[in-house]
């Protein structure tokens, strides 16, 4: 799938990009992969990551709100996974322009040089708070996975096709709970901050969401929205997973954050079809002409809710543990 072609990941240099380039040099032959992200010393950390393979990788500088620059960073690529935004809630509340800036014009920006440029395929990354946003991070993701599955309405006689793959907090990344728990504890600590006793999320790791990406890439048509199917955890358990003699201390739900990750609305399981390992939100536009191509799918049922408090595969505290063995924290 990947043998000779050319793949640029905007915000390249993180977790998820560093991840992803790395199953791709290791189980393809890509003609070269474009990191492509506005960090310079972080460029230079993965040019030393990736040495051995230095004739694979082009870095680009730059940031998605330029349009000039993604066009000369699309000449020639067949594939784009959209990974870069301002993801840190408080940031966004505080610096919204410069959050509509980066996820919703970055997006317009993306699409536009997408079509233009003749890429054959862009995967825009998602979150779980798009769906139903209650802060501003959330808002303008919405409106992103909204701008790319509408994409394909103005590829004109172009072959472009944008999809956009959607998962929560991905375990032990950075940013996530499980590296602020361990930074505690580490210091001694015994006594975890929890906002609320009745939280719960999913579990996810870097792999299986290069995985859905790359089922993505493989499989879509244009116009599809997947979703990792994935166990959940109360975050009272992970806290028992680290260290089951620490002692809880509730804090209240900071702003912007919700009880529970909600990866499938009600109103959107009219359109959503059940598979082996993930779901699909199918566009519900009068332009989409792929509507009857649900291969192997089963749509689910109506009022259908996907949300990590509802689901049918649990963590114990034992097999958190056991998970917490297999991944990397990052910092």
Request: charge should be neutral; charged fraction near 30%.
């Given at each position: 799938?990947?043998?000779?072609?050319?793949?640029?990941?905007?915000?390249?240099?993180?977790?998820?990009?560093?991840?992803?380039?790395k199953?791709?040099?290791?189980?393809?032959?890509?003609?070269?992969?474009?990191?492509?992200?506005?960090d310079?010393?972080?460029?230079?950390?993965?040019?030393?990551?990736f040495?051995e393979?230095?004739k694979?990788?082009?870095?680009?500088?730059?940031?998605?709100?330029?349009?000039?620059?993604?066009?000369?960073?699309?000449?020639?690529?067949?594939?784009v996974?959209?990974?870069?935004?301002?993801?840190?809630?408080?940031?966004?509340?505080?610096?919204?322009?410069?959050?509509v800036?980066?996820?919703?014009?970055?997006?317009?920006?993306?699409?536009?040089?997408?079509?233009?440029?003749?890429?054959?395929?862009?995967?825009?990354?998602?979150?779980?708070?798009?769906?139903?946003?209650?802060?501003?991070?959330?808002a303008?993701?919405?409106?992103?996975?909204?701008?790319?599955?509408?994409?394909?309405?103005?590829?004109?006689?172009?072959?472009?096709?944008?999809?956009?793959?959607?998962?929560?907090?991905?375990?032990?990344?950075?940013?996530?709970?499980?590296?602020?728990?361990?930074?505690?504890?580490?210091?001694?600590?015994?006594?975890?901050?929890?906002?609320?006793?009745?939280?719960?999320?999913?579990?996810?790791?870097?792999?299986?969401?290069?995985?859905?990406?790359?089922?993505?890439?493989?499989?879509?048509?244009?116009?599809?929205?997947?979703?990792?199917?994935?166990?959940?955890?109360?975050?009272?358990?992970?806290?028992?997973?680290?260290?089951?003699?620490?002692?809880?201390?509730?804090?209240?739900?900071?702003?912007?954050?919700?009880?529970?990750?909600?990866?499938?609305?009600?109103?959107?399981?009219?359109?959503?079809?059940?598979?082996?390992?993930?779901?699909?939100?199918?566009?519900?536009?009068?332009?989409?002409?792929?509507?009857?191509?649900?291969?192997?799918?089963?749509?689910?049922?109506?009022?259908?809710?996907?949300?990590?408090?509802?689901?049918?595969?649990?963590?114990?505290?034992?097999?958190?543990?056991?998970?917490?063995?297999?991944?990397?924290?990052?910092?």
């Open positions: 799938m990947f043998d000779d072609k050319t793949i640029l990941i905007t915000g390249g240099t993180g977790s998820f990009g560093k991840k992803f380039t199953r791709v040099l290791n189980e393809y032959n890509p003609k070269k992969i474009i990191i492509y992200s506005r310079e010393y972080k460029q230079f950390l993965m040019q030393r990551q040495k393979h230095a694979k990788l082009r870095f680009f500088i730059g940031d998605v709100r330029d349009e000039k620059r993604l066009y000369r960073a699309f000449d020639g690529v067949d594939f996974i959209h990974a870069a935004a301002l993801k840190q809630v408080p940031a966004a509340e505080y610096n919204p322009i410069e959050a800036k980066t996820n919703i014009h970055g997006a317009e920006n993306i699409i536009n040089a997408a079509i233009d440029k003749g890429v054959k395929k862009v995967i825009a990354l998602s979150t779980d708070k798009a769906v139903n946003p209650v802060n501003l991070y959330g303008t993701k919405l409106v992103s996975d909204k701008l790319f599955i509408s994409g394909n309405a103005y590829v004109g006689d172009k072959d472009t096709l944008f999809s956009v793959v959607r998962y929560g907090n991905v375990s032990g990344s950075r940013g996530s709970v499980i590296p602020f728990f361990k930074s505690l504890l580490d210091q001694n600590k015994n006594v975890i901050p929890i906002t609320d006793s009745r939280m719960t999320r999913f579990w996810i790791t870097l792999d299986e969401a290069v995985d859905l990406v790359i089922k993505a890439i493989n499989e879509a048509k244009g116009g599809e929205l997947y979703v990792k199917k994935c166990p959940s955890f109360k975050v009272t358990d992970l806290a028992k997973a680290m260290n089951d003699k620490c002692e809880f201390e509730y804090v209240g739900i900071r702003p912007g954050e919700k009880l529970h990750e909600v990866m499938i609305t009600e109103e959107d399981s009219r359109t959503t079809y059940e598979y082996d390992d993930h779901y699909i939100i199918y566009p519900d536009l009068d332009w989409w002409e792929n509507i009857n191509n649900k291969t192997g799918g089963k749509r689910v049922e109506e009022r259908f809710r996907y949300s990590s408090d509802n689901n049918e595969k649990w963590l114990s505290v034992d097999e958190i543990r056991n998970l917490l063995q297999k991944i990397d924290i990052v910092y």
